[in-house]
């Protein structure tokens, strides 16, 4: 049967028929419905932007995340599970992407929610944190609250940095081992100095130039445990130097943040207070949530 035969399908679709009419009503009808649900779920992500909190035990990652929440200090324990809130950003912040937009467009007030994710800082429960670091989808940033008091001993130094350390090497594997030639999408790190209100705090200045200098004797010390670990191994030494197993450029020499920047990590240091008699401040915090939302 030739599709110009008068019982043909091609005929069917243009002659005056129930089923022809009723098929072409459902298609009239429904194909902008469908349209418009293809093209909102793609316009509008479903999945909130989220920042992860993670820093070592006592820091006040959980006091921040409540100030954040409750817009006021509670009582915090030391954490043991991971949780995710959603957060607004407080009114006297603009996120970046909606600079342009005005305060009363429903757009601007979706722009301003967030997941706040707090990890336990616990030695033994930093798997939380580090599962999130593999894989981090939809993370738009990092903030790594340290507390400013306990980096000035050597001991809490010690152990921040090599946190630091770690979170930081795992964001540069992310970044080198991505397979498309573009990279992976940026993930900004804040190191939040945490406990500015107390006397003993050092300045973010301070603590931005301890903590460059602790990561170097990080990175050298596992630097040569690799080193030694390989040439027992092997009986040799070359090769290692291409897995780029060390932070920053080789390894060599002395770390700095601003080394990061290559692997498309930048890190910013802001120091601030969540809890002190006259009020929180951790404005600089906020705006810089602000500037990557
Ligand atoms: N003086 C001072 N104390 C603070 C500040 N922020 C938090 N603290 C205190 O530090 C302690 C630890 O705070 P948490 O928020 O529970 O610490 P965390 O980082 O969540 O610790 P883990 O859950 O163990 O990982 C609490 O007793 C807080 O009251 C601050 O800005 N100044
Ligand atoms: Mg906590």
């Known amino acids: 049967m030739a599709w110009y035969d008068e019982d043909s399908w091609a005929t069917a679709a243009f002659a005056p028929k129930g089923s022809t009419i009723a098929i072409t009503f459902l298609l009239a009808v429904l194909l902008p419905i469908l349209l418009h649900q293809f093209i909102y779920r793609k316009a509008t992500p479903t999945t909130l932007p989220c920042f992860l909190l993670i820093g070592p035990s006592g820091a006040g990652k959980t006091a921040f995340l409540t100030l954040t929440e409750r817009k006021a200090v509670a009582q915090t324990h030391t954490s043991t599970a991971p949780s995710a809130i959603e957060v607004l950003l407080p009114e006297d912040h603009t996120p970046q992407s909606s600079h342009y937009r005005s305060p009363g467009d429903p757009a601007y007030e979706r722009s301003r929610r967030f997941l706040l994710n707090d990890t336990p800082g616990h030695g033994k429960l930093r798997h939380f944190a580090t599962t999130q670091l593999a894989n981090p989808t939809n993370v738009r940033g990092i903030i790594f609250v340290l507390d400013a008091a306990t980096v000035a001993e050597e001991a809490g130094l010690n152990e921040t940095a090599e946190y630091l350390h770690d979170v930081l090497l795992a964001l540069q594997k992310r970044y080198t081992g991505a397979t498309t030639s573009k990279g992976p999408k940026e993930i900004p790190v804040l190191i939040a100095?945490?406990?500015?209100?107390?006397?003993?705090?050092?300045?973010?200045?301070?603590?931005?130039?301890?903590?460059?200098?602790?990561?170097?004797?990080?990175?050298?010390?596992?630097?040569?445990?690799?080193?030694?670990?390989?040439?027992?191994?092997?009986?040799?030494?070359?090769?290692l130097d291409?897995?780029?197993?060390?932070?920053?450029?080789?390894g060599e020499g002395s770390f700095e943040f601003g080394q990061m920047e290559e692997v498309g990590t930048s890190v910013t240091v802001?120091?601030?207070?969540?809890?002190?008699?006259?009020?929180?401040?951790?404005?600089?915090?906020?705006?810089?949530?602000?500037?990557?939302?």
């Open 193 to 239: 100095a945490n406990k500015m209100d107390l006397f003993t705090a050092l300045p973010p200045h301070l603590v931005t130039q301890q903590l460059e200098k602790a990561i170097s004797e990080v990175r050298k010390s596992r630097a040569k445990g690799l080193k030694d670990s390989g040439a027992a191994l092997s009986g040799e030494e070359e090769g």
């Open 270 to 293: 802001h120091g601030g207070h969540v809890i002190r008699g006259d009020g929180a401040d951790v404005r600089s915090w906020y705006e810089w949530i602000a500037s990557h939302l």
């Open 242 to 250: 291409e897995e780029r197993e060390w932070l920053g450029e080789g």
